[in-house]
């Protein structure tokens, strides 16, 4: 039945604890029982205003050094309550409750705690209701099954949390909790998803004071042995690493984060592939410090942490200015980070600030005179430092303004750039209406001459409620450039958009939820003011009651495109016809032993043989509590498709554009093994391949459209020259030991294959058979970090 009552916010009135108490997940204390339960938990998926199908009681007190939260959690079934293993910072498929903190009361940042019924923690933070579970924390929980369910104590130490330094706290508390069988999250403060933010809806708690921010001083050092030989080059070597990272609380809500000779040799592979486009390919940031709080950092999307320790800054320009007799024999393809820092933290007037800082050492690559046999040194890198400050203030409503400055220093004679963001949301008091503005300068900073770019946009939109519309505007000028730090595709570009988009939580008949939207976006360039496309588009989703969810979208752009950045060459766009593409998936219960993800995409245009088709399954296989294995295989097939080519001996200022028909195959399996809630392996094998034939050779007009030419693209012999057949192979596999809070062991197999050949394969499987003929490289390593709390060595405190 729906719940009519206790939808709005709730108190919590928290007791002091007056005796120590020692976890092992059993509610056995006497002032547990005297301490305010928080139960009538209501439902907030799959169907909101539900009563919790099952009881829930969530209970807090706090002490003179930490914050301690109990939990019984009652199910009628208890031999269905899923105790599925998984690793730390991953609820997998078990059940289980949270707790979430805004110790500052402000409506903008909370600290999530998880804890899974197989005793598995989860922590993060979350800003602006996006959760962030890069971020983590030492504390500690006990879990035990009952007659009735399962029960939890949890003991978060203050110097795991930030707060502010005065008598009397103002914090916000929320309990959830999930039944996995039934795909049920609830809450104790009632979180309605018509309205705007979680953390806006979370219950106030009463009642701590006199508690004091403690001393936040901790260390990781850690040791790091790598082997790693490449089957073409003999003999493999091996390093030993040191390194330290260090956390140190300024003030009891400034925070300094700071790794001195970081390692991240053991981070997951990239996930390569063979990029044709214009633009430069996007990497996922898999390095722990660059994750991990972050948030304040993320203003204005101009921060593209693979920039600070990725490739050297002139690495791609040195074949180019080699002399006649002289070969490259070395060039490293990572910068010498020297060390990296982060501040965050906010005043006291709720003002946040985060301070980042790395500095990269010099590079070099090694050239040797074939003659003389002498070798030089050439810099690649030069010492650069790389900084970004922050601020963000929150305001009234829910509102709040954001400002960042980027700034990226280098030694010598190499390029400086500066960027800075200013953007702000308002929402109007109601909560309904918000408009999103925002401004970015970039400043390209060379020896004798400086270039300036900006952004502009604004988003004024209705964002509560069934019924949500917009209206937007993205300006992008020429000059605007942030990628000494940052990551834009492109530049060049005004965008006009109009979207609606329609929820629907009410349950009907077979399903639970649906929401649905259209939209139109016209896009130009900035300079000069020349048409791109005009494209409208239309999505659907529903999410069924046995919580199977499908959706599809359709894109139609009726007056084609005008493609200005193909050709590689300014004031010469190339013509697109019409086109229309429509995608689908599918995507079943998760929850089940077995689930299904399906996704299609096909694209067609007007009145040109071109079109191309894709399909995408992921098999899902739970083996047990400790097993899962997902397989996720996507097949890509394109017809005639065109772009640009680099001619080869070919005297002529024509553009020349390939015809091309491309397959693409990425398989990738994944498995986890859990043998503790502190102790796992995993595996991650992921294929790309693709071949690229090319047929057909044309020269760019000057109306945009494809004009004969008399370049073949084959060599004095008639091979072709532009063919390519890629393959990029990588093996992940992992072991992970949580052995002591915050310290772990892990041990790192890696595999690598990285090719591209001219000749292509007759198949795929003809690929796959001969991939290991191809050179690899294999790695072995080891890391072990151990977690220091200077409160250690403080007498008498007990820190978990």
Not at 103 to 111: E, H, V
Not at 127 to 133: A, G, I, S
Not at 330 to 355: C, D, E, F, M
Not at 750 to 763: G, W
Request: contains cysteine; charged residues 20%; proline residues 3%.
């Amino acid at each position: 039945m729906i719940a009519d009552f206790g939808l709005s916010q709730r108190t919590y009135q928290v007791n002091k604890l007056s005796s120590a108490l020692e976890l092992d997940g059993y509610l056995n204390e006497d002032f547990w029982g005297s301490a305010q339960c928080a139960s009538d938990f209501i439902v907030n998926y799959p169907r909101f205003g539900d009563t919790s199908s099952f009881l829930s009681k969530c209970y807090m007190v706090y002490a003179e050094d930490a914050i301690y939260i109990g939990g019984e959690f009652h199910d009628p079934e208890p031999d269905s309550i899923s105790y599925s293993l998984s690793q730390r910072d991953d609820v997998g498929n078990a059940d289980w409750m949270a707790v979430s903190i805004d110790t500052y009361g402000n409506k903008q940042r909370a600290f999530y705690f998880f804890v899974t019924a197989a005793g598995v923690e989860i922590d993060g933070l979350m800003v602006d209701n996006n959760l962030d579970l890069s971020w983590n924390a030492v504390w500690k929980s006990k879990v035990q099954k009952q007659d009735y369910g399962y029960s939890v104590e949890i003991k978060i130490p203050y110097s795991a949390i930030r707060f502010p330094n005065k008598e009397i706290q103002h914090w916000k508390v929320n309990f959830k909790r999930s039944v996995r069988r039934k795909r049920e999250e609830s809450y104790w403060s009632p979180v309605d998803p018509r309205k705007y933010g979680e953390i806006q809806q979370a219950g106030k708690v009463e009642g701590i004071k006199g508690i004091q921010p403690p001393l936040r001083l901790s260390f990781t050092p850690y040791l790091t042995g790598y082997y790693e030989k490449n089957s073409e080059q003999g003999e493999g070597n091996y390093r030993l690493n040191g390194g330290l990272d260090l956390k140190y609380g300024i003030t009891e809500a400034f925070t300094l984060d700071m790794t001195l000779i970081p390692d991240f040799g053991q981070a997951r592979s990239d996930n390569l592939v063979l990029n044709l486009s214009p633009f430069e390919v996007q990497f996922d940031e898999n390095r722990a410090f660059f994750t991990e709080g972050t948030d304040l950092f993320g203003i204005g999307d101009v921060f593209y942490s693979r920039r600070v320790g990725g490739t050297p800054y002139k690495a791609q320009g040195v074949s180019s200015a080699l002399k006649g007799n002289e070969i490259l024999t070395a060039n490293p393809q990572k910068a010498n980070l020297l060390n990296a820092s982060k501040i965050s933290g906010r005043t006291k007037n709720n003002l946040g600030v985060g301070v980042f800082n790395a500095i990269e050492g010099r590079s070099f690559a090694t050239v040797r005179d074939t003659v003389t046999g002498l070798e030089r040194q050439v810099e690649t890198n030069p010492y650069t430092n790389y900084n970004i400050v922050s601020l963000s203030k929150p305001l009234k409503n829910n509102s709040y303004v954001n400002f960042l400055n980027s700034n990226v220093q280098r030694a010598g004679e190499a390029r400086n750039a500066n960027v800075t963001v200013a953007q702000s949301n308002i929402f109007s008091k109601d909560g309904d209406y918000a408009v999103f503005t925002g401004l970015r300068l970039s400043n390209l900073q060379e020896q004798s001459s400086s270039t300036i770019g900006h952004t502009a946009f604004i988003d004024l939109s209705r964002v509560q409620g069934e019924h949500n519309f917009g209206f937007n505007y993205n300006e992008i000028s020429d000059d605007f450039n942030p990628n000494d730090l940052g990551y834009l595709a492109r530049n060049n570009f005004r965008e006009y958009g109009l979207f609606y988009k329609y929820f629907d939580f009410k349950p009907k008949r077979n399903f639970l939820r649906r929401w649905s939207g259209i939209n139109m976006a016209y896009t130009e360039l900035y300079a000069p003011a020349l048409f791109e496309t005009l494209r409208f588009s239309a999505f659907h989703r529903k999410t069924y009651k046995n919580f199977l969810t499908v959706g599809c979208d359709v894109n139609v752009y009726p007056l084609g495109s005008l493609d200005h950045f193909e050709a590689r060459s300014p004031g010469n766009p190339v013509q697109k016809n019409a086109k229309y593409d429509a995608s689908f998936f599918y995507s079943s219960d998760y929850s089940k032993p077995f689930a299904l993800d399906v996704s299609g995409y096909f694209e067609d245009y007007v009145g040109w043989d071109q079109r191309s088709a894709s399909l995408g399954v992921s098999p899902r296989v739970r083996v047990s509590d400790k097993w899962f294995l997902v397989l996720d295989a996507n097949i890509d097939y394109l017809v005639n498709d065109f772009g640009y080519v680099r001619p080869i001996d070919y005297e002529s200022d024509e553009i020349i554009l390939g015809e091309r028909n491309r397959n693409i195959i990425t398989n990738t399996f994944t498995s986890e093994f859990i043998f503790t809630n502190r102790m796992g392996i995993d595996i991650r094998v992921r294929h790309n391949w693709q071949n690229v034939d090319y047929h057909r050779f044309d020269a760019l007009g000057k109306d945009g459209n494809r004009v004969a030419s008399a370049y073949t693209g084959r060599d004095s012999e008639g091979q072709e020259m532009h063919d390519i057949n890629f393959n990029a192979f990588s093996i992940d596999l992992n072991y992970r030991w949580v052995f002591l809070p915050g310290s772990e062991l892990r041990l790192v197999y890696k595999n690598n294959i990285l090719t591209q050949q001219a000749d292509l394969a007759p198949s795929y499987f003809n690929s796959v058979g001969n991939l290991f003929e191809y050179a690899q490289t294999n790695s072995f390593s080891f890391r072990l970090l151990v977690f220091i709390d200077a409160l250690y060595f403080k007498e008498g405190q007990d820190v978990l």
